[in-house]
Protein backbone atom coordinates (compact mmCIF):
# COMPACT_ATOMS: atom_id res chain seq x y z
CA UNK A 1 0.00 0.00 0.00
CA UNK A 2 1.48 3.33 -1.01
CA UNK A 3 1.72 5.56 1.98
CA UNK A 4 3.22 8.60 3.52
CA UNK A 5 4.42 8.60 7.00
CA UNK A 6 5.38 11.97 9.05
CA UNK A 7 7.19 11.84 11.85
CA UNK A 8 9.22 14.91 13.81
CA UNK A 9 6.65 16.89 15.76
CA UNK A 10 6.13 18.21 18.97
CA UNK A 11 6.17 21.20 21.03
CA UNK A 12 9.08 24.12 21.19
CA UNK A 13 8.86 27.92 22.43
CA UNK A 14 9.07 30.57 20.30
CA UNK A 15 12.12 30.90 18.20
CA UNK A 16 13.07 27.25 18.41
CA UNK A 17 13.19 24.34 16.06
CA UNK A 18 11.84 21.26 14.48
CA UNK A 19 12.63 18.78 11.86
CA UNK A 20 9.97 17.05 10.04
CA UNK A 21 10.63 14.04 7.74
CA UNK A 22 8.14 12.63 5.59
CA UNK A 23 9.22 8.89 4.45
CA UNK A 24 7.83 7.20 1.25
CA UNK A 25 7.14 3.34 0.87
CA UNK A 26 8.06 3.91 -2.39
CA UNK A 27 10.79 5.42 -4.66
CA UNK A 28 8.96 6.42 -7.23
CA UNK A 29 7.68 9.59 -5.00
CA UNK A 30 11.19 10.49 -5.64
CA UNK A 31 10.09 12.38 -9.02
CA UNK A 32 6.65 13.33 -8.01
CA UNK A 33 6.39 16.83 -6.26
CA UNK A 34 5.78 16.87 -2.71
CA UNK A 35 3.98 19.35 -0.60
CA UNK A 36 4.11 20.23 2.80
CA UNK A 37 0.53 21.47 3.91
CA UNK A 38 -1.07 22.64 7.70
CA UNK A 39 -3.94 22.71 9.20
CA UNK A 40 -4.32 24.94 12.64
CA UNK A 41 -7.65 24.15 15.44
CA UNK A 42 -10.92 25.75 13.01
CA UNK A 43 -9.10 26.38 9.71
CA UNK A 44 -8.84 25.08 6.10
CA UNK A 45 -5.41 23.35 5.61
CA UNK A 46 -3.16 25.43 4.01
CA UNK A 47 0.03 25.45 1.67
CA UNK A 48 3.72 25.97 3.61
CA UNK A 49 6.05 24.34 0.88
CA UNK A 50 7.27 21.97 -1.81
CA UNK A 51 9.95 20.32 -3.21
CA UNK A 52 9.65 19.42 -7.63
CA UNK A 53 12.35 17.62 -9.66
CA UNK A 54 13.07 19.85 -12.97
CA UNK A 55 15.45 18.07 -14.97
CA UNK A 56 17.85 16.92 -12.46
CA UNK A 57 17.09 19.95 -9.73
CA UNK A 58 15.01 19.67 -7.26
CA UNK A 59 13.13 23.41 -6.64
CA UNK A 60 11.27 24.67 -3.07
CA UNK A 61 8.34 26.67 -3.10
CA UNK A 62 7.38 28.51 0.22
CA UNK A 63 4.30 30.56 1.52
CA UNK A 64 5.37 34.00 2.80
CA UNK A 65 5.18 33.73 5.89
CA UNK A 66 7.67 30.81 6.19
CA UNK A 67 10.15 32.13 3.31
CA UNK A 68 13.48 32.72 5.09
CA UNK A 69 12.60 30.21 8.05
CA UNK A 70 11.32 26.79 6.61
CA UNK A 71 13.87 24.83 4.03
CA UNK A 72 11.96 21.56 2.28
CA UNK A 73 14.31 19.19 1.35
CA UNK A 74 14.90 15.65 -0.22
CA UNK A 75 16.64 12.80 0.19
CA UNK A 76 16.17 10.45 -2.30
CA UNK A 77 18.02 7.61 -1.38
CA UNK A 78 15.94 7.78 1.61
CA UNK A 79 12.71 8.68 0.08
CA UNK A 80 12.12 10.78 2.65
CA UNK A 81 11.37 14.78 2.25
CA UNK A 82 12.21 16.89 5.01
CA UNK A 83 11.05 20.27 6.24
CA UNK A 84 13.36 21.88 8.28
CA UNK A 85 11.48 24.65 10.58
CA UNK A 86 13.49 27.43 12.32
CA UNK A 87 12.47 30.35 14.33
CA UNK A 88 8.79 29.45 14.88
CA UNK A 89 6.19 31.07 15.36
CA UNK A 90 3.44 30.31 17.81
CA UNK A 91 1.29 30.98 14.39
CA UNK A 92 3.47 27.68 13.36
CA UNK A 93 1.11 25.82 15.13
CA UNK A 94 -0.72 23.10 13.43
CA UNK A 95 -0.47 19.80 12.22
CA UNK A 96 1.58 19.17 9.51
CA UNK A 97 0.93 17.03 6.40
CA UNK A 98 2.89 15.57 3.64
CA UNK A 99 1.57 14.84 0.35
CA UNK A 100 1.90 13.42 -3.14
CA UNK A 101 1.34 16.14 -5.90
CA UNK A 102 0.29 13.89 -8.82
CA UNK A 103 -2.23 15.81 -11.14
CA UNK A 104 -1.14 18.83 -12.85
CA UNK A 105 -1.89 22.32 -11.33
CA UNK A 106 -1.05 24.78 -8.88
CA UNK A 107 2.24 23.52 -6.28
CA UNK A 108 0.24 25.57 -3.68
CA UNK A 109 -3.29 23.79 -4.30
CA UNK A 110 -4.06 20.93 -2.14
CA UNK A 111 -6.61 19.51 -4.75
CA UNK A 112 -3.70 18.37 -6.97
CA UNK A 113 -2.46 15.96 -4.03
CA UNK A 114 -4.05 12.75 -4.02
CA UNK A 115 -1.54 10.54 -1.34
CA UNK A 116 -1.18 11.85 2.15
CA UNK A 117 0.37 11.58 5.35
CA UNK A 118 -1.60 11.26 8.96
CA UNK A 119 0.04 14.32 10.34
CA UNK A 120 2.10 15.21 12.69
CA UNK A 121 1.58 18.01 15.16
CA UNK A 122 3.58 20.82 16.04
CA UNK A 123 2.86 23.33 19.42
CA UNK A 124 4.97 26.71 19.58
CA UNK A 125 4.34 28.73 22.80
CA UNK A 126 5.30 31.92 23.30
Known amino acids: QVQLVESGGGSVQAGGSLRLSCVAS????????MGWFRQALGEERAFVAA??????????DYTDSVKGRFTISRDSAENTVYLQMDNLKPEDSAVYYC?????????????????WGQGTAVTVSS
Open 51 to 60: ISLIGDTDYA
Open 26 to 33: ERAFNFLP
Open 99 to 115: AAKNFPGAIENAQYYSI
